[in-house]
């Protein structure tokens, strides 16, 4: 295992555990299309479908409003990892509070 790799923190360890799988079932059931700026110009039946939940702070969910439903966006994982790329481009151990 790689340096890097051995030092990152868990999944569970970054607040991604039972909790957020249950906020994130929950909100794509409730909203099941992407959301994305792209997306959004579009009526919800000709978007593709969501598959993975976005923090619009880009906290995640041990921010302060990890499960709140009105920081969170359904997308795509392509949309999700561009939006991510473009936002976080060190990736995830490069975050920084907004």
Request: glycine share 10%; proline share 8%.
């Amino acid at each position: 295992m790689a340096k890097a790799a051995a030092s990152r923190p868990s999944a569970s360890a970054k607040g991604y555990d039972r909790a957020w799988q249950r906020t994130r079932a929950a909100y794509l059931m409730a909203n099941p299309y992407c959301g994305c700026e792209e997306c959004a110009r579009f009526p919800e039946l000709l978007r593709p479908r969501a598959t993975e939940v976005d923090h619009k702070d880009g906290l995640g969910p041990l921010g302060p409003r990890g499960h709140d439903w009105s920081n969170l966006v359904g997308m795509t994982k392509s949309h999700h990892s561009r939006k991510t790329a473009r936002e976080q481009p060190g990736g995830w151990n490069d975050r920084e509070p907004r």
